[in-house]
């Protein structure tokens, strides 16, 4: 009995389009970390998968908020468009990231844009339904409140770093950030997405590549960059 309630359960949990499970994809998001596993099939429950196309847009900015937004599959930015018609990328979230949840919390209007840089699978946690469950379970408040602390946190980060860093530094602390120990990763978004969000010039962003390349600290083989001088790409970051 317990097995066959079991295999509904995964069948239930399994988007049939798109192969996506809502449970393991909160599993995976940092931001639901400390939730214990009843809680997860809980927050599952208000939970569906949506599908976006290359370029589509999920939501404009000002829009009312259907909910919260987990990436099972792909990469999506978020942007704001200055006056000048420029774009402006505040954050490119990757599997596992989330996006949305500043209008989810507020009750206001999504406060930008948000589109498919790539072909996209995304978990929404509905609004109405999220926010109903929150209501009833204080604890799990705490320890999302807990989460939204550590976003904040990353956002003043991003905020210093492009502020107080040149382009050369801002590029360098990137790489280093991607890398982490195996010392390579890939591009997942193209360099004109990467250099809005690093508020870079595509151009100068190119010719960073091209120097630090030069220079002996990185190799370039498409969109796979490894780190070769580790040493050198730190003192880069650090403005030395």
């Keep these: 009995m317990l097995r066959v309630l079991a295999l509904h359960y995964i069948l239930f949990d399994m988007n049939s389009e798109t192969g996506i499970s809502i449970v393991q994809t909160l599993r995976s998001c940092g931001f639901f970390a400390s939730v214990d596993e009843p809680t997860i099939r809980k927050i599952a429950a208000t939970a569906t998968v949506e599908a976006f196309g290359r370029g589509e847009m999920i939501f404009p900015e000002g829009a009312e908020c259907r909910g919260m937004y987990i990436v099972a599959r792909g990469t999506v930015k978020v942007y704001k468009i200055g006056p000048d018609g420029r774009e402006h990328v505040l954050h490119v979230a990757e599997p596992g990231d989330i996006f949305g949840e500043a209008a989810l919390f507020l009750g206001q209007g999504y406060p930008a844009y948000a589109a498919a840089v790539r072909n996209s699978s ?80 595509s151009e100068t962003l190119s010719r960073l590549f091209s120097r630090f390349e030069a220079q002996g600290a990185i190799e370039v083989d498409g969109r796979r960059i490894r780190v070769v001088d580790r040493e050198m790409l730190e003192e880069n970051a650090a403005g030395s």
Aim: a negative charge; aromatic letters at 6%.
């Design 122 to 201: 995304l978990v929404l946690l509905r609004r109405t339904a999220f926010v109903e469950l929150l209501r009833s379970d204080p604890e799990l408040c705490f320890k999302l409140l807990g989460a939204m602390s550590i976003w904040a946190h990353r956002l003043v980060s991003k905020l210093e770093m492009i502020t107080l860093r040149d382009a050369g530094e801002r590029l360098a602390s990137y790489m280093l950030g991607r890398a982490g120990e195996s010392g390579e990763f890939e591009l997942t978004v193209p360099k004109s997405t990467l250099a809005a969000e690093l508020d870079i010039a």
